[in-house]
């Protein structure tokens, strides 16, 4: 079975797991951030990033509520886009846990209005609460996975001036980066803090990173604590991440590439609205807009042939590729995708 459904299913190189296997004869330390491997990490990560430290927590949502709960206090305001995966995929915690209001404001493409994000900013009003954080995400998940540029995050930053906290969600900046042509720590430049998944692109058994300044990823590792997040004996997970971090970047042209072959076969078929611009990276979102086929009947038509992918009761779906994911089983998917829905005629 070919999974295209998300790339936190794919798996550890060898060198990782064997990285992994020297780490359970060391010395892990007592201290909940003593252990080697996850200084290495750490250290890698800030270095990676640009930023002065870093801090590896278990899921790239944590991270970003630590980023949140970090920056601002009870009644304070988060501004991010309305199809942000921090708002409509993370439980509602940055209003639950961090008891911050979020402030949603409309986005395309995962670029969110300069003149509203400015209005918001500027309300100048005691009845609104205070704006202390502007939350971006890249790659832009809903937007299909499209990496958002430097020149972006720059007006971000002109636009909001020097005391509005920029926190970027990249889960994938990685892949951005990549797209982009350019080092992840230039794209992030603009940033304050920034996560990232280790899981995903990095193939690590676990785990995401937190990166910004010095005393905001010591307030974070405080709070990190308080929610049960202060694990220990993680020098297994560190150690397989460092070496997803050192050495498999460069390999996600290869994702990105095979992600741009299932868009073009899409594109080829029937009953299918998917905008090729938008496919920069190594996810690609469609909807589909058959009259003979339902959402739930093309995901079990998908999955007779061999493929799983995320189809969605109002038509839109998901596939990912990743490292695992080869050549051929990208083509045994495109020829999937032909057999259940159909050849567009041409003329």
Same mark, same amino acid.
């Given at each position: 079975?070919?999974?295209? =459904?998300?790339?936190?299913?794919?798996?550890?190189?060898?060198?990782?797991?064997?990285?992994?296997?020297?780490?359970?004869? /060391?010395?892990?330390?007592?201290?909940?951030?003593?252990?080697?491997?996850?200084?290495?990490?750490?250290?890698?990560?800030?270095? /990676?990033?640009?930023?002065?430290?870093?801090?590896?927590?278990?899921?790239?949502?944590?991270?970003?509520?630590?980023?949140?709960?970090? $920056?601002?206090?009870?009644?304070?305001?988060?501004?991010?886009?309305?199809?942000?995966?921090? @708002?409509?995929?993370?439980?509602?915690?940055?209003?639950?846990? *961090?008891?911050?209001?979020?402030?949603?404001?409309?986005?395309?493409?995962?670029?969110?209005?300069?003149?509203?994000?400015?209005?918001?900013?500027?309300?100048?009003?005691?009845?609104?609460?205070?704006?202390?954080?502007?939350?971006?995400?890249?790659?832009?998940?809903?937007?299909?996975?499209?990496?958002?540029?430097?020149?972006?995050?720059?007006?971000?930053?002109?636009?909001?001036?020097?005391?509005?906290?920029?926190?970027?969600?990249?889960?994938?900046?990685?892949?951005?980066?990549?797209?982009?042509? #350019?080092? *992840?720590?230039?794209?992030?430049?603009?940033?304050?803090?920034?996560?990232?998944? @280790?899981?995903?692109?990095?193939?690590?058994?676990?785990?995401? #990173?937190?990166?910004?300044?010095?005393?905001?990823?010591? /307030?974070?590792?405080?709070? =990190?604590?308080?929610?049960?997040?202060?694990?220990?004996?993680?020098?297994?997970?560190?150690?397989?991440?460092?070496?997803?971090?050192?050495?498999?970047?460069? =390999?996600?042209? /290869?994702?990105?590439?095979?992600?741009?072959?299932?868009?073009?076969? @899409?594109?080829?078929?029937?009953?299918?609205?998917?905008?090729?611009?938008?496919?920069?990276?190594?996810? $690609?979102?469609?909807?589909?807009?058959?009259?003979?086929?339902?959402?739930?009947?093309?995901?079990?038509? #998908?999955?007779?042939?061999?493929?799983?992918?995320? $189809?969605?009761?109002?038509?839109?779906?998901?596939? $990912?590729?990743?490292?695992?994911?080869?050549?051929?089983?990208?083509?045994?998917?495109?020829?999937?995708?032909?057999?259940?829905?159909?050849?567009?005629?041409?003329?």
């Amino acid at each position: 079975m070919i999974d295209l =459904r998300s790339d936190f299913l794919s798996r550890p190189t060898p060198a990782m797991l064997e990285a992994m296997a020297v780490a359970t004869s /060391e010395d892990q330390g007592y201290g909940p951030r003593e252990d080697p491997n996850l200084q290495a990490l750490e250290k890698e990560a800030a270095k /990676e990033l640009g930023k002065e430290e870093a801090l590896f927590v278990p899921t790239c949502m944590m991270a970003n509520l630590l980023a949140v709960m970090s $920056v601002t206090k009870r009644g304070d305001a988060v501004v991010l886009d309305a199809q942000s995966h921090a @708002l409509t995929s993370e439980s509602g915690a940055i209003a639950a846990v *961090a008891g911050a209001v979020t402030k949603p404001i409309p986005s395309k493409q995962g670029r969110i209005s300069l003149s509203l994000l400015a209005a918001e900013i500027d309300s100048g009003s005691i009845q609104q609460p205070r704006v202390r954080c502007v939350l971006l995400e890249n790659t832009h998940n809903k937007g299909g996975g499209i990496a958002l540029p430097c020149e972006y995050f720059e007006g971000v930053r002109a636009t909001i001036g020097p005391h509005v906290w920029i926190h970027v969600d990249g889960s994938r900046i990685f892949n951005a980066a990549v797209a982009l042509g #350019m080092s *992840a720590k230039i794209l992030v430049a603009q940033a304050d803090s920034v996560s990232f998944s @280790l899981n995903k692109g990095l193939a690590a058994p676990a785990g995401a #990173m937190l990166v910004g300044p010095a005393n905001f990823i010591g /307030e974070a590792t405080r709070i =990190r604590q308080q929610l049960g997040g202060g694990w220990r004996s993680v020098g297994m997970l560190a150690a397989a991440a460092l070496v997803g971090l050192k050495t498999l970047v460069p =390999r996600m042209t /290869e994702d990105h590439a095979h992600a741009r072959l299932l868009a073009e076969a @899409l594109a080829t078929c029937k009953g299918i609205e998917i905008d090729l611009a938008s496919v920069q990276t190594n996810i $690609v979102r469609g909807r589909l807009q058959s009259e003979s086929l339902t959402p739930a009947a093309f995901q079990q038509a #998908m999955a007779d042939n061999g493929v799983l992918l995320q $189809v969605a009761v109002d038509g839109t779906f998901r596939l $990912v590729t990743y490292l695992g994911i080869t050549s051929a089983m990208v083509a045994h998917a495109c020829m999937a995708l032909g057999l259940v829905l159909g050849k567009k005629e041409t003329r």
